[in-house]
């Protein structure tokens, strides 16, 4: 609350006018209420730091009796991933913006050069933090994309360890590419041809979760759901932000390309493509357990056509613009630039029309919606063992898992779920109950193949 609200104090009296990455020496030099907003994110920062201390410790202590590492869901491996990212790098802005308000308030030359500081030294920080902070927003998509494609095909994930593990690697790698968005800052040659390595490097982890995620669909029995539809369309979208990812790693590339609308491409096929077409599929695919309802599948599957239509008619224009040479963050352009502006504004209404439709029919759902199945999907995870929506604290009985999330190689009606009332703490489970009710896994089944 304390840094909402320095941060809504900023924006009334005023604003900032330094531009969302606060690049200094406009930050350090700039009028408005700098100090004030910086103070407010370095604030938030804790809730982002302490999110992923909870979930890491949560992972480790906090496991179910018979969930060893090897069964855990590869959506909770994408979160693990990402809470490591968290607490190691909101840090480094915490402290960045810290620094900006001691050399406004105290007058200490760190990145003010009328000061002995150094403007560059910002960047560095900066984007230290805010190149693995895609990865904070794009790997719990990951996560998502492999249980969407295991469920709605019926088969068992295609390599559980090298996706899993290629989480990690993409956090790792992810600390050590931010100056691949300063090869025109003036640094070192060298510096600037490491950093065009390991960008190519973080596109082998990347690389493996796409071709595991198609060798899963390989003669998996796919049911066209509306998840499924959009996890179909996030390996579509987001390949193409990672080739046009790997594309400005290039040294020579990028400095034709920087600062161009190619550049606004390539981030929203990854972030909008990739990050917030999982995030759309995850809450369909989630959305009769949480609320206990169905929405109409024939409209949902229409607004997914509307969003990927719409999405492709914003950005892909962009691509052509920035080769071209049209700058981002200009508001005005040469005439030979209208056409593909004009497609580019038209897709954008088409994916505000899709979305707008999208709340619709959820709320629709909600009201008049059929009561969905405990499992209507037919999944083999933990989540779907309990009723839709689930009681307040998921299970009436500490769970005890028998079988991996993954296991579509069995039948639905060896899905079993074992709940025991307490367990000692010495791994001996006591008072343990067998949830075998037949109507669950009938209810399930049919669920499943409707």
Request: hydrophobic letters at 45%; aromatic letters at 14%; zero cysteines.
């Amino acid at each position: 609350m304390v840094g909402a609200a320095f941060t809504l104090y900023s924006i009334l009296t005023g604003g900032i006018d330094t531009g969302w990455t606060f690049y200094t020496p406009y930050s350090s030099q700039a009028s408005g209420s700098v100090v004030s907003m910086t103070l407010g994110i370095f604030i938030l920062g804790f809730s982002s730091i302490l999110t992923g201390v909870n979930f890491i410790v949560t992972i480790h202590k906090l496991r179910a009796p018979g969930l060893p590492w090897s069964r855990l869901p590869l959506f909770v491996w994408g979160l693990y991933a990402t809470s490591i990212i968290q607490v190691l790098a909101t840090p480094v802005l915490g402290i960045t913006l810290l620094l900006l308000a001691m050399e406004r308030l105290l007058g200490i030359g760190i990145f003010d050069p009328s000061m002995g500081g150094d403007p560059i030294l910002f960047q560095h920080f900066f984007w230290f933090y805010s190149h693995p902070a895609v990865y904070i927003m794009i790997v719990p998509g990951f996560g998502i994309i492999s249980e969407l494609i295991s469920t709605h095909s019926r088969k068992t994930i295609f390599g559980y360890w090298a996706i899993a593990l290629s989480s990690l690697a993409i956090a790792f790698i992810g600390f050590l590419v931010w100056g691949h968005h300063m090869f025109v800052s003036g640094q070192a040659s060298v510096a600037s041809a490491v950093f065009s390595f390991l960008t190519f490097l973080v596109g082998i982890p990347t690389g493996i979760k796409i071709f595991n995620w198609v060798a899963t669909l390989h003669r998996g029995s796919i049911s066209l759901t509306t998840p499924m539809v959009y996890a179909l369309m996030f390996l579509f979208l987001f390949t193409i932000g990672g080739f046009t990812g790997i594309m400005v790693g290039a040294i020579s590339v990028d400095v034709h390309l920087h600062d161009t609308y190619y550049v606004v491409a390539h981030f929203h096929y990854v972030m909008v493509g990739g990050m917030l077409m999982a995030f759309v599929g995850g809450l369909h695919h989630w959305w009769p357990k949480m609320f206990g309802k169905m929405y109409n599948e024939i409209a949902a599957k229409i607004t997914a056509a509307i969003l990927f239509i719409g999405f492709n008619l914003t950005f892909f224009p962009q691509f052509i613009l920035g080769s071209q040479g049209m700058p981002r963050r200009y508001y005005n352009y040469i005439d030979e630039f209208t056409t593909l502006h004009q497609v580019s504004t038209i897709g954008s209404y088409l994916l505000g029309v899709g979305f707008l439709v999208m709340a619709v029919y959820m709320v629709h759902s909600l009201v008049k919606g059929k009561k969905a199945s405990s499992n209507p999907w037919g999944s083999r995870s933990l989540d779907w063992t309990v009723s839709s929506p689930p009681i307040e604290h998921n299970f009436e009985y500490t769970p005890v898992v028998i079988h991996g999330p993954y296991d579509y190689q069995k039948p639905l009606s060896e899905f079993r779920l074992g709940l025991a009332a307490s367990h000692n703490g010495h791994g001996d489970i006591h008072g343990s109950k067998v949830n075998t009710s037949s109507e669950t896994e009938t209810e399930a089944e049919s669920g499943s193949q409707a």
